[in-house]
T-cell receptor
Framework: NAGVTQTPKFRVLKTGQSMTLLCAQD?????MYWYRQDPGMGLRLIHY???????AKGEVPDGYNVSRLKKQNFLLGLESAAPSQTSVYFC?????????????FGQGTRLTVV | QKEVEQDPGPLSVPEGAIVSLNCTYS??????FMWYRQYSRKGPELLMY????GNKEDGRFTAQVDKSSKYISLFIRDSQPSDSATYLC??????????????FGAGTRLAVHP
């Protein structure tokens, strides 16, 4: 019963490098979200998706791209990493429906850009 | 101005104290109101959620919503050292793409000391 799994858990990048963070969920959830968490800022929504091939921008989308080619996976890409993207990244998923509000979170990816 | 305001603390209380955590919000379109608990280096987990104004109780926890004042609270009775964590309020709203998104407060760090 894995839930939401994020890969990798830790990464150090040099400025300008690119990388992809992978989020996988095994609960057949329609919604998936990418957040970043910074001290004093809480969780800020980067991008989200309501199903395969459908994505939408959140509060802080600049510098990130996403893809949802399969229902169970949601990828977050950094094309040219900047020190301002040093953060802890969380992926979450939840089912479609008006009453079910619980989002299940992964354990996070700690990214440092030097 | 952020859509959701939450005092980041830290808040330090003795074991057995009653804890009050609060958030204010500006968007009257917010529908569901949630409290998540996040232990250090872990992903957030849903603690409670409510839809309408009023109180909802679950064991030692009570969630309170006042839509007219745009104010939500979480009360913890008989606080325990195991309650030491960051508490994040969250609210659900329909985004510009027509999909539901979750907006989080900054989180309040709580320490309960024996």
């Amino acid at each position: 019963n894995a839930g939401v799994t994020q890969t990798p858990k830790f990464r150090v990048l040099k400025t300008g490098q690119s990388m992809t963070l992978l989020c996988a969920q095994d609960m057949n959830h329609e919604y998936m979200y990418w957040y970043r968490q910074d001290p004093g800022m809480g969780l800020r929504l980067i991008h989200y998706s309501v199903g395969e091939g459908t994505t939408a921008k959140g509060e802080v989308p600049d510098g990130y791209n996403v893809s949802r080619l399969k229902k169970q996976n949601f990828l977050l890409g950094l094309e040219s990493a900047a020190p301002s993207q040093t953060s802890v990244y969380f992926c979450a998923s939840r089912p479609l429906g008006t009453s079910n509000t619980e989002a299940f979170f992964g354990q996070g990816t700690r990214l440092t850009v030097v | 101005q952020k859509e959701v305001e939450q005092d980041p603390g830290p808040l330090s209380v003795p074991e057995g104290a009653i804890v009050s955590l609060n958030c204010t919000y500006s968007n009257s379109a917010f529908q569901y109101f949630m409290w998540y608990r996040q232990y250090s280096r872990k992903g957030p987990e849903l603690l409670m959620y409510t839809y309408s104004s009023g109180n909802k109780e679950d064991g030692r926890f009570t969630a309170q919503v006042d839509k007219s004042s745009k104010y939500i609270s979480l009360f913890i009775r008989d606080s325990q050292p195991s309650d030491s964590a960051t508490y994040l309020c969250a609210m659900r709203v329909v985004g510009s793409g027509g999909y539901n998104k979750l907006i989080f407060g900054a989180g309040t760090r709580l320490a309960v000391h024996p």
